[in-house]
């Protein structure tokens, strides 16, 4: 091995140049040594003075001494016997490394007269050092589809002996399916390549462990060993192959930086990523080689970017791996035999493994959106990878394996308030200063049926005229859903319920579409005044979901009848009402009181009555809310015996219906007047009379104590709700003390004509209602209440019977007619007229 010469050298040879001018001397031949390295200071190398023909005292007397040509002093000479003598530790591998040949030139001075003498101690090679591998595990991942024969290159041992000390052979320990095979390269360079004996079974054994062991040729021998990690894959069944095993290129040293120095080229059969090439710099490549080449990723071009010294290093040898982007990724080897490599730095990648699919809104945390990977093709701390999640969402990244992400849920998620997000993931690598990239991954939510319909109100009111055409619409009822798709499709039903014992589906049906109601046929008032109908909606998901709301249907009444006649009755009397009355009456004289009821309500039963025709329009007159007929004046002794008077009877409707009675008064003379047979007929005491009483008085006092009941609900009634309005309506089922539902209590105040009335509604709402109705009219000169009371069962023919025959018709007036219902009349001006005569009395 040659040593570059320093300035302490240059004078040396300098003074040796000019003591052999002044001198004139001749140097002799040269002597040579053989030693061995490592030996022990004070080692004799050989008798140096003898060989070179001096005595002991010669060599004393003439100052002999040893010059060492490599700078450091490894010998020296014992002048007292003559000897060279090993004066430091000598390193052969140190001193001309795997050099076949290392000799250390010495320079044998004499002084007085000057003689120079070479002489040249060859190093002898020990076995001192034994192989070692670059790195004590390997790391192979090889497809299952790999067929037999295919070879993996290793990196080789490295032995600083030479000769036979050095580096001889390898061994495997045993495995079916892998051998060892030494394949020799330029230079003499012993490479061990695995050959693969066998194809593989992953699903057999999915990992294979090898122990490489290099061996030298010394005396002992000595060794090295590299455990060897074989991870079977099963995809990617091609790998890549370069055009040529081994690439030899010649690169000055004073060449540029990025200059080219190789192109490798590696062609892979599969397609997309499979086919896709990555071109790599083998995993162990040493960091010098590092620090001088680069390979482009991409084309496979190594670039030279450092500068070169030969007296360094005279070759390099660079590993390449092809690698296709497969999963999992196969590789290709060669070797590059030049003098150059480099270092490339890119910024992380973020790959996306599994594409995001939609995430249902009730995902459980921790569910799997997607699958992340990230990629620097750097080493070491550049090639290592943090990944965060930049924005605030309910989602986190959770590491599984080699710089592999899933991204999952971490928080609750609701479609409706938001139904996509933009992650974004920053990728940020450990160099210095760190390098960063940034990727949006777009996760979207699938609706689930969480949200039922909602109706616009909890309950609807709708108002109806009555006689209304058979299936026209009545009401369209909307509901919304939050959902979406089918989760969001609404279909509306009515739920089966009963209307006067008949199911409402009888009454109305409802469009299931879009929530409209229809009538099935037309509503009377008078046979039902209002109902009620549930309405469902259910939207289409799984499981379905619904809600519910109630459509009060108020049936408004309209004038569709007629007054009707009570009294005097045509019908039990004939054509005409008799009347009698005496010549002696005189004006004011109530001679008759005509009463008649309207089937309708409010201002469509409001009744009056007038004189349509009269024998003598002077004589008679009849009040025009309560129906008495009474004298204009005192009869005198010219009048006709034989009066006909003509009442109408209209209602306040729009349009107006009407009716007319016709009413026969004879005037007689010598009549008495009525409230004094009345007396006359009570005072006779009987067991029938006392009995007929006591009934009078109970039916009074209930019916005072009903009317007050009545007065004092109304009252609060009306002044808890609006002042303005003129009805009140309260049902039974809001009353604490009262436990049936279904039955409601519904009072009407009429105060906006003439004629003061209260409306008393109740029974079953789904069944034919009772009505309890009171007139009192301030036009009259006494307080009339009427009480009319629907029954299907009392027949009050009897007590009609017994009061027609205690009573006069003047003072009481009592009547039963059956049309579709039972009516009792009481005019209280003859009870109370008769209870106080009979009080008297």
Request: aromatic fraction near 8%; hydrophobic fraction near 35%.
């Amino acid at each position: 091995m040659t040593k570059t010469i320093g300035r302490g050298g240059r004078r040396w040879h300098a003074l040796w140049l000019l003591y052999f001018i002044l001198l004139w001397t001749t140097t002799h031949g040269q002597t040579r040594y053989s030693v061995a390295e490592e030996l022990k200071q004070g080692s004799v190398v050989g008798n140096i003075a003898k060989d070179l023909g001096f005595g002991l005292s010669e060599i004393f007397q003439r100052e002999l001494h040893v010059a060492s040509e490599a700078g450091k002093q490894y010998f020296s000479v014992d002048v007292g016997k003559g000897e060279l003598l090993v004066n430091d530790r000598i390193d052969r591998e140190a001193l001309c490394g795997q050099s076949s040949s290392c000799v250390l030139p010495l320079q044998v001075v004499i002084e007085d007269p000057l003689q120079l003498f070479r002489v040249e101690v060859e190093i002898l090679d020990i076995n001192d050092n034994a192989p070692k591998f670059p790195s004590s595990e390997i790391t192979l991942e090889i497809a299952e589809w790999t067929i037999a024969g295919v070879r993996f290159p290793l990196e080789s041992a490295i032995d600083p002996d030479v000769g036979g000390n050095s580096l001889r052979s390898y061994t495997l320990s045993k495995d079916e399916c892998f051998n060892i095979r030494v394949k020799e390269v330029a230079g003499g360079r012993k490479v061990p390549e695995l050959v693969l004996a066998k194809p593989l079974d992953r699903e057999k054994k999915s990992v294979h462990t090898l122990l490489l062991t290099a061996l030298d040729g010394g005396n002992p021998g000595r060794s090295g060993t590299s455990q060897i990690s074989i991870k079977v894959l099963d995809i990617n069944d091609n790998i890549p192959t370069f055009e040529k095993p081994l690439y030899k290129v010649s690169v000055p040293e004073n060449s540029a930086e990025g200059a080219v120095i190789a192109q490798t080229k590696a062609t892979d059969m599969d397609e997309g990523q499979n086919g896709d090439i990555e071109y790599l710099f083998g995993a162990h490549t040493p960091d010098d080689v590092l620090s001088l080449f680069t390979i482009d990723n991409a084309s496979g071009i190594i670039y030279l970017k450092g500068k070169l010294d030969f007296e360094s290093a005279a070759s390099y040898e660079i590993d390449v791996t092809a690698k296709d982007k497969g999963n999992p990724r196969m590789e290709g080897h060669c070797s590059v035999h030049v003098d150059v490599m480099d270092v490339n730095d890119n910024a992380p990648e973020i790959i996306l493994t599994s594409h995001p699919k939609p995430v249902r809104e009730d995902s459980a945390n921790n569910t799997v959106v997607a699958l992340i990977s990230a990629r620097d093709i750097d080493s070491g701390d550049n090639g290592k990878v943090t990944l965060r999640i930049s924005n605030k969402s309910p989602f986190s990244l959770k590491p599984s394996f080699s710089q592999n992400y899933a991204l999952v849920t971490s928080g609750t998620l609701d479609r409706e308030k938001i139904s996509e997000y933009n992650v974004e993931i920053t990728a940020t690598d450990s160099g210095a200063p760190p390098l960063s990239s940034k990727k949006t991954v777009q996760v979207s939510l699938t609706d689930v049926n969480d949200n039922p319909p909602v109706f616009s109100q909890s309950s609807y009111n709708v108002y109806l005229k009555e006689n209304g055409v058979a299936g026209s619409i009545l009401f369209s009822v909307s509901a919304s859903d939050l959902d979406s798709g089918e989760n969001a499709k609404i279909s509306y039903s009515i739920l089966d319920s009963k209307v006067q014992e008949v199911s409402v589906s009888s009454y109305v049906y409802i469009n299931s579409d879009n929530g409209s109601i229809y009538s099935m046929h037309s509503f009377d008032y008078e046979k039902l005044k209002v109902f009620e109908i549930q309405v469902q909606a259910k939207d289409q998901g799984s499981p379905s979901l619904s809600s519910n709301t109630t459509v009060h249907v108020f049936i408004l009444d309209q004038n569709d009848n007629a007054p009707s006649v009570i009294y005097p009755s045509s019908a039990a009397l004939g054509s005409l009402s008799h009347q009698r009355m005496p010549r002696s009456a005189k004006a004011g004289h109530l001679v008759t009181k005509v009463t008649a009821v309207d089937a309708d309500s409010g201002h469509n039963a409001w009744i009056s009555y007038k004189v349509a025709e009269a024998t003598d329009a002077s004589l008679f007159t009849v009040n025009q809310y309560t129906g008495e007929v009474r004298t204009k004046r005192s009869v005198s002794e010219h009048d006709d015996s034989s009066q006909r008077l003509l009442i109408e009877i209209r209602d306040d409707g729009e349009p107006v219906q009407s009716a007319t009675v016709t009413v026969s008064i004879l005037l007689e003379d010598g009549l008495h007047e009525p409230i004094l047979d009345l007396r006359h007929k009570v005072s006779e005491p009987s067991k029938k009379s006392d009995r007929l009483a006591l009934y009078l008085i109970l039916s009074l006092a209930s019916v005072s104590v009903l009317s007050l009941v009545t007065f004092l609900i109304l009252a609060v009634k009306c002044m808890r709700s609006s002042r303005s309005s003129g009805a009140c309506c309260m049902r039974r089922s809001d009353c604490e003390d009262y436990k049936n539902p279904n039955r409601n209590l519904q009072i009407q105040l009429n105060t906006d004509g003439p004629i003061k009335y209260v409306e008393v509604l109740g029974g079953d709402m789904m069944s034919q209602s009772q009505s309890f109705r009171s007139c009192m009219s301030p036009m009259s000169e006494y307080s009339d209440f009427t009480l009319i009371k629907p029954s299907s069962t009392t027949d009050f023919k009897e007590v009609i019977s017994v009061l027609d025959a205690s009573l006069p018709d003047s003072t009481w007036t009592f009547e039963s007619q059956q049309v579709s219902r039972n009516w009792l009349f009481i005019n209280f001006e003859g009870v109370y007229n008769f209870f106080d005569d009979k009080k008297n009395k």
